[in-house]
Each structure stands twice: as structure tokens, then as C-alpha cells.
């Protein structure tokens, strides 16, 4: 399973970049508010992302609410740099969106999935990415391990003629990341906070405390 970053935060992508371990940045309008930036920066900051990340998939998502306008937009976004990926919120106007896009050689990462019927016809519309959302299924009281689970066996019964992956986005924790993987997604997108809570493990702080003490009493014998 590959791994993708779920933020618009500069800092956080260059250093989990520096990791060696990033396949690419997902970015969504509440990511870009978080930043603080402003309307008239949202593409710039798209750019400096893709720059970051130079020939890693950057998502950066489309606001617009028609077919014509998601074309429009999305195809100026995959204008920015080449590595940008339109990011589209499963309707029936991004379907059609999708479609002209994909038909134009532009990559749609197809967002807000939380059935596998969204996600089957997301892969036909011609998305190259699908993004069903972990988290806010478990907020609702439903499984959404379970739901990306059937979304993965799903979409990957079929050939589309063209790739496409599943990106397990909502993801809020260790656990998970590893039940993604069990799934079979072909992506995790991961917020950096846990990111970070995946590196880290109770027994590793602890085994390296004692090596260090162990260590000094070496140092001193
Ligand atoms: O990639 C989708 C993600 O940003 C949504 O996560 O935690 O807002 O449900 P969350």
C-alpha cells in the first residue's frame, strides 16, 4: 500500500517527503482553510505543493457545482503543473466531468465515496483515483473498514482499460491504516498527526530508553 498525505500544510508534506516514504498529497477545501490562505492564493499554493512533490499525484479539488464549470476548472488545475490530479465530489455532474476530463488525459480523483455502487461508477466515468471515506463512516455508527473493504473487491473485480487505484482517505488512526492495508486499498491518504502516531509505537519508546540508559552505563564502565 502506498502512502499519501492528507493536508495543504506546506511544512507537514516537506517533512514527511524528507521520510522517503511519500507517494503523493491529497488536499480538499477544508485542508486549504486550515492553511489560513485566501481565495486568490489557492492555486499558487496548488503549485508550490506539486513542486514539492514533483512527479508524486497532488490532489486539488474543484469547488464548482456544474459539468461545464468542473471541466473548466479541473482542466485549468491540471494545467498548473503536471503532477496535479482534479479532485471531484461523486455526482452526476462530476461523473460527466470525469468522463470529458479522463477523455482529455486529465488524472480525477473521485471524492466523498461511501458506496461501492459511487465507487463502480466513478472507475466507468474514467476516475484514475477513488476515494472512499474511512472515518466519517465510523462517525455515522456504520464500519467503514468494512465499506472500503467491499469498495477495493468491487471496483478491482473489473478492468476499466485504464488504472485505477483506491485511496482509503478519512483515515484517522494506526488501526486504520493497517486495516486498509489488510483491505487491500491501494493507497492510504494520512492526515500528518497520524502519520506520525504510525511511526511511533509505546514499546519502541520504551525499548529505546533502555538502550540508551544501558548505553551510558557502558559509556561510564
Ligand atoms: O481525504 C479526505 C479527508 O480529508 C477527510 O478526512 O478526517 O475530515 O473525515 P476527515
Redesign the pocket.
Known amino acids: 500500500m502506498k502512502f499519501f498525505i492528507?493536508?495543504a500544510d506546506l511544512d507537514e508534506i516537506r517533512e514527511a517527503a524528507s521520510w522517503g516514504c511519500l507517494a503523493g498529497v491529497?488536499?480538499?477545501p477544508?485542508?486549504y482553510a486550515r492553511t489560513g490562505g485566501r481565495l486568490a492564493d489557492f492555486e499558487d499554493h496548488m503549485v508550490r505543493i506539486a513542486g514539492i512533490c514533483e512527479g508524486l499525484p497532488v490532489?486539488a479539488e474543484s469547488t464548482a457545482t456544474t459539468t461545464q464549470e468542473m471541466i473548466a476548472e479541473g482542466t485549468r488545475l491540471a494545467a498548473l503543473a503536471p503532477n496535479v490530479v482534479v479532485k471531484l465530489p461523486v455526482c452526476d455532474a462530476a461523473l460527466a466531468a470525469t468522463h470529458a476530463l479522463a477523455a482529455q488525459g486529465v488524472e480525477v480523483n473521485m471524492?466523498?465515496v461511501f458506496s461501492a455502487p459511487q465507487a463502480l461508477l466513478a472507475a466507468r466515468a474514467g476516475a484514475r483515483y477513488i476515494?472512499p471515506?474511512?472515518?466519517?463512516i465510523d462517525?455515522i455508527g456504520y464500519d467503514g473498514i468494512a465499506c472500503l473493504e467491499e469498495i477495493v473487491r468491487a471496483v478491482h473485480n473489473y478492468d476499466y482499460g485504464h488504472e485505477v487505484e483506491i485511496?482509503a482517505?478519512?483515515?484517522?488512526s494506526p488501526h486504520h491504516v493497517t486495516q486498509a492495508a489488510l483491505m487491500g486499498a491501494d493507497i492510504a491518504?494520512v492526515?500528518f498527526g497520524a502519520l506520525k502516531n504510525c511511526v511511533r509505537h509505546p514499546l519502541t519508546v520504551e525499548g529505546l530508553a533502555k538502550f540508551e540508559a544501558d548505553w551510558e552505563k557502558v559509556r561510564n564502565a
Open positions: 492528507d493536508t491529497t488536499t480538499n477544508s485542508l490532489s471524492t466523498l476515494s471515506f474511512i472515518g466519517r462517525d485511496i482517505a478519512s483515515v484517522r491518504t492526515p
